[in-house]
């Protein structure tokens, strides 16, 4: 019946060839049309199942809160310059920004730029958000700003909260509390330094001190003070692409434009949305290149194995048609697709080109005989014909085998190459021929004319080595069955030593600012930017999750709206220390240090301030606080500059018997005594904090749109990537605190779940339908498990040798495991097909023949594949190796083991 419609087929290519071109090229017009629809997402959630609770989360938070697609901006430089930067810069990107593709557009993308603190709104209610018990503890420190005083409670309160406590420093949050606090203290004590060795200092330096003392820093800077984070809040999403990646380059260029001005200081763009724009433009990027490096390759080797170009051509040709209509159907069945599913071009135009390479093998081969141009068309597609047919569908299959699982990656992936390929092979059937017989006719006409028609005819170019190759082999099966054990067992001891990479940076492009930023800010900052989100349905809600999760010895930060917004009960609590605090300071006047003995006093409690900066020093560097034990060095010293701190400086110039300084520290005092004064009593507001007072800034970060949602922003105590124990603590962690926790690390833990039970899910189908296949196909266990073999074999030499090049599984190339199932199956096809037709002893004929195509088909494969290696975006690469791998070892095991068990077939039958 094939045999029948195959025959017709090329009946009708080799009479009516111009009908077949007209109705090709009416489809791939409607095709084009289609494929001009596809969208791309940028988004990992979107690889999860449809009903994933964390997909639909993350999706509803990308939609409810501005504040969850951000553009961060690091600032990196001298203190001074960066703050000035981030001062010029962030009004700029509020007003409208020329629009990169054209300068004379510009346009608002910014809602929102967050690089302060709200100062205001903590300078009227800054003693209501302060723990009751901290309050407890620090509260001296605001009973008298006078200067011998307020040395003396800021000692006592020192030792209260952070020497006498055996947790002082146990929580992230308690940590970061001291560092403010020692930070304020540095700045305060510099200052006053100033004043007393005579310099002059403003009023505006005196407040700041006394402002950063009392309010903590107000930039976002880091612990080195030599970079700062602007949060900008776009007017766009994750969800619309193409703005995404308009407005991050526009960002981009407003920053370069600003840096001309800002000599020595760095800024760049990490957070979800450049990543995203990276990952999508590189990604895209990377196909393109990678498709026209393939090609190109393609078609050169095609022309030096053929020694002719025109069929390459046409080959290619051919091939790219074939890529149009995949592209078309994918349109309408999945029409986004995302940086894993778009990889599927890639995979086509390895798997495609092979339908052509056998269809010119086995024309050229039959013209090379003296047949005719119907006789041949004929005879190559009875020949190759079967063999495309019964590869295309069990390689479909396979493809489609993936679609049991849950990720949609795996399954749209197997959906849209399968049917791609099948698209291409339908092209190869109705496109290809019509051009050979076209081409020939031309050929037959030009060598008519100069009266040598012998010429028109095409050489023999078949691999003779290949069927020499064959045929030893066959002679010696037993010493090719047997090497092929050894080989195999010991690859499989290889790769059931393999490993399992989880850290996701190793898929993302390298060398990228958006990447290499992210680990600038964990460096910097000590905050990883992979955190993950909950969401509560009430402030009430908010606040409990966020207590639960601050449990947790795997969470490092919780930032939700409860840090602006205390409880009632909570405020009750702290209003008795507040009402304390108005009233001891409300009665509270500036003193002049009328004597030496106030002087005296004074330097003691210095003394005794450095005293239990360096006992917390002790703590910290025994608790491993670095951070903590670095900054209070940098305060009192170390053994080899201790010489050189502001406490050093300060007791150098005190000793001295000079009659000013009493006059200087008065001065100091009374420059900050009545803004300390003043904002303290502002800090004392008693009026209750309510969602309605709360400034729109705040609230915006932390509530969507008509406040019924509030977001709770979860960052690990550890980088993720770098344990994969740890990131699978975070994310267990995360579940039991909330069934609705999203974000990237539980996505991403999930997404490798998912696709690793799907994968070895679709392996067990594949292998169960491709033998299915072959045995409708064949109609003999036998054969078909002879064309099994290679595959099976192919796929654990596939793995054994990436662990011994030094690679590893991860969640982008453990794809390759189900995929080379439907890849491999080709050759071991091919070989039996044309081995059943041509009878026994027909080993070096085939393998000569049908043997060069598949190590043409292997090699255009391998060198598709191998093109993706060139790919900006890591994760390309990674599967680029792992299918090349899988391609060469399916062909070797085809070309080396199959003959050794046709010749054990044939020895039996004898």
Same mark, same amino acid.
């Given at each position: 019946?094939?045999?029948?419609?195959?025959?017709?087929?090329?009946?009708?290519?080799?009479?009516?060839?111009?009908?077949?071109?007209?109705?090709?090229?009416?489809?791939?017009?409607?095709?084009?049309?289609?494929?001009?629809?596809?969208?791309?997402?940028?988004?990992?959630?979107?690889?999860?199942?449809?009903?994933?609770?964390?997909?639909?989360?993350?999706?509803?938070?990308?939609?409810?809160?501005?504040?969850? =697609? =951000?553009?961060?901006?690091?600032? #990196?430089?001298?203190?001074?310059?960066?703050?000035?930067?981030?001062?010029?810069?962030?009004?700029?990107?509020?007003?409208?920004?020329? @629009?990169?593709?054209?300068?004379?557009?510009?346009?608002?993308?910014?809602?929102?730029?967050?690089?302060?603190?709200?100062?205001?709104?903590?300078?009227?209610?800054?003693?209501?958000?302060?723990?009751?018990?901290?309050?407890?503890?620090?509260?001296?420190?605001?009973?008298?700003?006078?200067?011998?005083?307020?040395? *003396?409670?800021? /000692?006592?309160?020192?030792?209260?909260?952070?020497?006498?406590?055996?947790?002082?420093?146990?929580?992230?949050?308690?940590?970061?509390?001291?560092?403010? !606090?020692?930070?304020?203290?540095?700045?305060?004590?510099?200052?006053?330094?100033?004043?007393?060795?005579?310099?002059?200092?403003?009023?505006?330096?005196?407040?700041?001190?006394?402002?950063?003392?009392?309010?903590?820093?107000?930039?976002?800077?880091?612990?080195?003070?030599?970079?700062?984070?602007?949060?900008?809040?776009?007017?766009?999403?994750?969800?619309?692409?193409?703005?995404?990646?308009?407005?991050?380059?526009?960002? #981009?260029?407003?920053?370069?434009?600003?840096?001309?001005?800002?000599?020595?200081?760095?800024?760049?763009?990490?957070?979800? +949305?450049?990543?995203?724009?990276?990952?999508?433009?590189?990604?895209?990027?990377?196909?393109?290149?990678?498709?026209?490096?393939?090609?190109?390759?393609?078609?050169?080797?095609?022309?030096?194995?053929?020694?002719?170009?025109?069929?390459?051509?046409?080959?290619?040709?051919?091939?790219?048609?074939?890529?149009?209509?995949?592209?078309?159907?994918?349109?309408?069945?999945?029409?986004?697709?995302?940086?894993?599913?778009?990889?599927?071009?890639?995979?086509?135009?390895?798997?495609?080109?092979?339908?052509?390479?056998?269809?010119?093998?086995?024309?050229?081969?039959?013209?090379?005989?003296? @047949?005719?141009?119907?006789?041949?068309? $004929?005879?190559?597609?009875?020949?190759?014909?079967?063999?495309?047919?019964?590869?295309?569908?069990?390689?479909?299959?396979?493809?489609?085998?993936?679609?049991?699982?849950?990720?949609?990656?795996? =399954? $749209?992936?197997?959906?849209?190459?399968?049917?791609?390929?099948?698209?291409?092979?339908?092209?190869?059937? *109705?496109?290809?021929?019509?051009?050979?017989?076209?081409?020939?006719?031309?050929?037959?006409?030009?060598?008519?004319?100069?009266?040598?028609?012998?010429?028109?005819?095409?050489?023999?170019?078949?691999?003779?080595?290949?069927?020499?190759?064959?045929?030893?082999?066959?002679?010696?099966?037993?010493?090719?069955?047997?090497?092929?054990?050894?080989?195999?067992?010991?690859?499989?001891?290889?790769?059931?030593?393999?490993?399992?990479? %989880?850290?996701?940076?190793?898929?993302?492009?390298?060398?990228?600012?958006?990447?290499?930023? #992210?680990?600038?800010?964990?460096?910097?900052?000590?905050?990883?930017?992979?955190?993950?989100?909950?969401?509560?349905?009430?402030?009430?809600?908010?606040?409990?999750?966020?207590?639960?999760?601050?449990?947790?010895?795997?969470?490092?930060?919780?930032?939700?709206?409860?840090?602006?917004?205390?409880?009632?009960?909570?405020?009750?609590?702290? /209003?008795?220390?507040?009402?304390?605090?108005?009233?001891? +300071? =409300?009665?509270?006047?500036?003193?002049?240090?009328?004597?030496?003995?106030?002087?005296?006093?004074?330097?003691?409690?210095? $003394?005794?301030?450095?005293?239990?900066?360096?006992?917390?020093?002790?703590?910290?560097?025994?608790?491993?606080?670095?951070? +903590?034990?670095?900054?209070?060095?940098?305060?009192?010293?170390?053994?080899?500059?201790?010489?050189?701190?502001?406490?050093?400086?300060?007791?150098?110039?005190?000793?001295?018997?000079?009659?000013?300084?009493?006059?200087?520290?008065?001065?100091?005092?009374?420059?900050?005594?009545?803004?300390?004064?003043? @904002?303290?009593?502002?800090?004392?507001?008693?009026?209750? +904090?309510?969602?309605?007072?709360?400034?729109?800034?705040?609230?915006? #970060?932390?509530?969507?749109?008509?406040?019924?949602?509030?977001?709770?922003?979860?960052?690990?105590?550890? /980088?993720?990537?770098?344990?994969?124990?740890?990131?699978?603590? !975070?994310?267990?962690?995360?579940?039991?605190?909330?069934?609705?926790?999203?974000?990237?690390?539980?996505?991403?833990?999930?997404?490798?779940?998912?696709?690793?039970?799907?994968?070895?899910?679709?392996?067990?189908?594949?292998?169960?339908?491709? !033998?299915?296949?072959?045995?409708?196909?064949?109609?003999?266990?036998?054969?078909?498990?002879?064309?099994?073999?290679?595959?099976?074999?192919?796929?654990?030499?596939?793995?054994?040798?990436?662990?011994?090049?030094?690679?590893?599984?991860?969640?982008?190339?453990?794809?390759?495991?189900?995929?080379?199932?439907?890849?491999?199956?080709?050759?071991?096809?091919?070989?039996?097909?044309?081995?059943?037709?041509?009878?026994?002893?027909?080993?070096?004929?085939?393998?000569?023949?049908?043997?060069?195509?598949?190590?043409?088909?292997?090699?255009?494969?391998?060198?598709?594949?191998?093109?993706?290696?060139?790919?900006?975006?890591?994760? %390309?690469?990674?599967?680029?190796?792992?299918?090349?791998?899988?391609?060469?070892?399916?062909?070797?095991?085809?070309?080396?083991?199959?003959?050794?068990?046709?010749?054990?077939?044939?020895?039996?039958?004898?």
């Amino acid at each position: 019946m094939r045999d029948k419609i195959l025959s017709k087929l090329a009946k009708l290519h080799a009479n009516h060839p111009w009908r077949m071109l007209i109705i090709v090229t009416a489809i791939t017009i409607i095709c084009i049309i289609l494929a001009s629809q596809i969208q791309i997402s940028p988004k990992w959630s979107d690889m999860l199942p449809k009903g994933d609770k964390r997909t639909a989360e993350f999706d509803r938070i990308l939609d409810e809160f501005v504040s969850a =697609s =951000s553009i961060v901006i690091v600032v #990196q430089g001298e203190e001074a310059k960066i703050k000035a930067f981030a001062d010029t810069i962030a009004p700029k990107l509020l007003a409208p920004i020329p @629009n990169p593709e054209n300068k004379t557009e510009k346009k608002i993308y910014v809602r929102r730029v967050d690089y302060k603190q709200d100062v205001d709104f903590i300078r009227n209610h800054g003693f209501a958000l302060i723990k009751e018990s901290d309050l407890k503890n620090m509260r001296d420190i605001f009973r008298n700003p006078n200067l011998v005083p307020l040395l *003396t409670n800021i /000692n006592n309160s020192f030792e209260k909260e952070y020497i006498e406590p055996d947790e002082a420093l146990s929580t992230r949050e308690k940590e970061d509390g001291a560092y403010q !606090f020692l930070n304020g203290i540095e700045n305060w004590l510099g200052v006053m330094h100033r004043y007393i060795s005579g310099e002059d200092v403003s009023l505006k330096e005196t407040h700041s001190a006394v402002d950063k003392l009392l309010l903590g820093e107000p930039y976002f800077i880091s612990y080195d003070r030599k970079a700062l984070i602007l949060n900008v809040i776009p007017n766009f999403s994750m969800m619309e692409v193409f703005l995404m990646v308009e407005g991050t380059d526009a960002v #981009q260029s407003l920053i370069t434009e600003t840096l001309k001005d800002f000599p020595g200081v760095q800024a760049g763009l990490t957070g979800t +949305i450049p990543m995203g724009r990276d990952e999508m433009v590189y990604g895209t990027q990377g196909v393109e290149y990678t498709s026209i490096i393939s090609m190109i390759a393609i078609g050169v080797l095609l022309i030096i194995s053929f020694r002719m170009w025109v069929a390459p051509l046409l080959a290619l040709l051919n091939l790219v048609v074939g890529l149009i209509w995949a592209a078309g159907l994918s349109a309408i069945l999945v029409p986004v697709l995302n940086i894993m599913t778009l990889m599927f071009f890639v995979v086509l135009i390895g798997l495609g080109i092979d339908f052509s390479i056998h269809i010119i093998a086995g024309f050229t081969e039959m013209r090379a005989l003296g @047949n005719s141009i119907e006789k041949s068309m $004929e005879g190559s597609l009875l020949k190759s014909g079967m063999g495309i047919i019964t590869g295309a569908l069990t390689t479909a299959c396979a493809f489609f085998a993936l679609m049991i699982g849950d990720s949609r990656v795996m =399954s $749209e992936m197997g959906l849209i190459t399968g049917i791609g390929l099948l698209a291409v092979a339908a092209v190869t059937f *109705t496109l290809l021929p019509a051009l050979l017989v076209i081409r020939e006719r031309r050929r037959e006409k030009h060598f008519v004319k100069k009266g040598n028609i012998q010429k028109a005819e095409s050489k023999d170019i078949s691999f003779i080595f290949l069927g020499r190759i064959g045929a030893v082999l066959k002679e010696r099966y037993i010493f090719t069955i047997l090497g092929a054990i050894i080989v195999t067992a010991l690859l499989i001891w290889s790769a059931l030593k393999i490993t399992f990479n %989880y850290n996701y940076m190793d898929i993302e492009p390298e060398g990228i600012p958006s990447i290499t930023l #992210q680990d600038t800010v964990l460096d910097k900052f000590d905050l990883s930017m992979d955190f993950a989100y909950l969401v509560a349905e009430s402030v009430e809600e908010s606040r409990q999750l966020t207590d639960v999760a601050r449990d947790y010895s795997s969470v490092a930060v919780v930032e939700d709206i409860s840090l602006y917004l205390p409880s009632p009960e909570e405020q009750k609590k702290r /209003n008795p220390h507040i009402e304390a605090i108005r009233h001891f +300071i =409300s009665g509270t006047e500036c003193k002049d240090l009328l004597s030496e003995k106030e002087l005296n006093v004074l330097k003691q409690e210095l $003394e005794r301030l450095k005293m239990n900066i360096i006992e917390l020093q002790d703590l910290a560097f025994t608790g491993g606080q670095d951070k +903590i034990d670095k900054k209070c060095g940098e305060i009192v010293g170390y053994a080899e500059s201790e010489n050189n701190t502001v406490f050093s400086r300060l007791e150098s110039i005190l000793s001295h018997k000079d009659k000013n300084i009493l006059s200087r520290t008065n001065s100091f005092q009374n420059d900050y005594f009545a803004f300390f004064k003043n @904002n303290v009593l502002k800090m004392a507001n008693e009026e209750s +904090i309510s969602l309605d007072n709360l400034p729109v800034s705040i609230v915006d #970060q932390y509530g969507n749109k008509d406040r019924s949602l509030f977001l709770i922003t979860v960052l690990p105590a550890h /980088n993720i990537w770098q344990d994969a124990l740890f990131l699978y603590r !975070f994310t267990d962690d995360l579940d039991e605190i909330s069934e609705r926790a999203t974000g990237f690390p539980p996505v991403f833990r999930a997404l490798i779940d998912v696709i690793g039970r799907d994968g070895r899910n679709a392996a067990i189908l594949t292998i169960i339908v491709v !033998f299915i296949l072959l045995l409708i196909d064949f109609r003999n266990v036998g054969h078909a498990l002879m064309a099994m073999i290679p595959l099976l074999t192919g796929m654990v030499w596939m793995v054994g040798i990436m662990h011994i090049i030094g690679r590893q599984l991860d969640v982008v190339n453990v794809m390759a495991l189900p995929l080379i199932l439907g890849i491999g199956i080709d050759d071991g096809v091919h070989i039996i097909h044309r081995w059943r037709r041509e009878g026994y002893d027909s080993v070096k004929t085939v393998f000569a023949s049908t043997g060069k195509a598949i190590l043409l088909t292997s090699l255009t494969t391998m060198l598709a594949f191998g093109s993706l290696m060139f790919s900006l975006w890591r994760g %390309y690469g990674s599967l680029g190796t792992a299918l090349l791998i899988g391609v060469g070892a399916c062909f070797i095991t085809t070309v080396f083991i199959l003959p050794g068990i046709i010749g054990w077939i044939e020895r039996k039958k004898e």
